[in-house]
């Protein structure tokens, strides 16, 4: 765990729970980065959600790092954040989870039940972080991105097998190259003067909402 970018270490695990409830409960906190993982001790996470449940408390933040995952614990997890405050989701995993994800994020709620406590959070802004992308599988996430409900910012960080074919392949999807850089594509949203703005980097690729310029 940690926030706003510090990291303590402890061996006693009730002088953590106490120093972590004593930073969360301040009625004045407004945290940049907070991430709460849960792979810490089982034990120790369960007591930890468990007082800030019954505290009631909301965390103000402007950066979570979230999980790709459904497990009961995330989803209590998700629900001690203040929605309207968060600016920005992150996640780390393998590209085969970000494409899953992005999968059942694109559904219709009504049909896909799936990560109702992440829908909650109202995440406009992402960024994922793995190891390698290649390309069909980096071919899919931007196919993905295209489709997420009102994006406004994700960054996908990992390393492009495949850079030159992967700007080749999303041409598919309707997307033209800036006159003024082969890195950068525009893709005009349906029903929205808006467009998506997507460059690709070897070490990753970024989509962006763009008012249509007049």
Not at 20 to 33: A, G, Q, V
Not at 130 to 150: A, M, N
Request: with cysteine.
């Amino acid at each position: 765990m940690f926030i706003d970018g510090g990291t303590r270490y402890y061996v006693e695990k009730n002088r953590a729970l106490s120093d972590f409830l004593s930073i969360l409960t301040d009625p004045d906190l407004k945290l940049y980065n907070i991430q709460i993982d849960s792979h810490l001790d089982k034990q120790f996470l369960e007591r930890f959600v468990l007082k800030l449940e019954s505290l009631k408390i909301k965390i103000h933040v402007e950066n979570v790092h979230l999980e790709m995952e459904e497990t009961e614990i995330q989803k209590r997890i998700a629900a001690l954040y203040q929605v309207e405050t968060i600016e920005k989701a992150h996640f780390k995993g393998s590209q085969f989870q970000i494409i899953q994800f992005l999968d059942e994020m694109i559904k219709n709620q009504a049909e896909n039940p799936k990560f109702q406590h992440l829908r909650k959070l109202k995440i406009l802004k992402m960024e994922f972080q793995c190891d390698s992308l290649f390309l069909r599988e980096s071919t899919k996430i931007v196919q993905y991105l295209l489709r997420f409900p009102d994006l406004k910012y994700c960054r996908v960080t990992g390393k492009v097998t495949s850079f030159k074919k992967l700007k080749e392949r999303i041409e598919q999807f309707g997307v033209r190259r800036a006159d003024n850089n082969p890195d950068i594509f525009h893709y005009p949203i349906p029903k929205s003067a808006d467009f998506l703005k997507i460059q690709i980097f070897k070490n990753g690729f970024e989509v962006e909402r763009n008012p249509k310029s007049t």
